[in-house]
């Protein structure tokens, strides 16, 4: 399936009475790089009062609170992110107290609106589903073929050189069947083309 998620880090802040909300949010590929990013942001800002946090990656969907009241923080930063049908993103709102107290509506739109205007000032990028193509030919077609494979609009992820030389190009799911024809004819049917992992890619 096709997903939006963000092309670079993002930050924000916003103020609910006296308080002070610094949104930052990043791409995550997987729970082990949102983690990272919580880390990072939980030790930059160990002094504040909290640091709730929100991930959406694949189907997983996980927020937590921080020692705010259980519901207030987590929850509605995960709502934002799937109101706006992002995903492989990682959402950290830092909050420095102001001394007044917001009460558990106050808090839920405080941590809600902080992530959506956030978002508000992101560039998304739409990820479409892509397959991980095997491309096996002999060193004599090697040079040839990479040249080929490069100029064209399919990635190259990886090189690798054995008994034969292996590529392994990104290919949009829908062009699957046209790449492998391509190649057949590129090599006169001497590659030998196999799918591997599916990944996804900016579409």
């Known amino acids: ?12 802040e916003t103020e609910a009475r006296r308080s002070r909300f610094v949104c930052a949010m990043a791409p995550a ?10 880390a990072e942001r939980r030790a930059l800002h160990a002094s504040a009062s909290h640091n709730c946090t929100a991930y959406a990656i694949g189907g997983e969907r996980r927020g937590d609170d921080d020692g705010e009241p259980a519901g207030t923080a987590g929850t509605p ?5 799937a109101g706006r049908g992002v995903d492989h993103v990682v959402a950290v709102v830092t909050r420095y107290f102001g001394g ?25 990028v739409r990820m479409v589903p892509a397959r991980l193509m095997n491309v096996s030919v002999a060193h004599d077609q090697a040079g040839r073929v990479e040249n080929d494979l490069r ?3 399919h990635p190259v992820r990886d090189v690798s050189y054995g008994s034969r030389v292996e590529f392994v190009v990104a290919v949009g799911e829908d062009e699957v069947a046209a790449f492998a024809d391509w190649v057949a004819t590129l090599t006169a049917g001497r590659a030998r083309v196999t799918p591997g992992a599916g990944v996804h ?3």
């Not at 590929?29 to 919580?38: H, K, Q």
Request: zero cysteines.
């Open 1 to 12: 399936m096709p997903y939006l998620t963000l092309k670079t880090r993002v930050e924000h």
């Open 29 to 38: 590929a997987t729970v082990g790089e949102a983690a990272a990013f919580i």
């Open 77 to 81: 930063m995960v709502q934002a992110l």
């Open 100 to 124: 007044i107290l917001l009460g558990a509506g106050g808090l839920v739109r405080a941590y809600g609106s902080a992530v959506t205007e956030t978002l508000d000032r992101a560039e998304t």
């Open 151 to 153: 100029a064209s609009r």
């Open 201 to 203: 890619l900016p579409g």
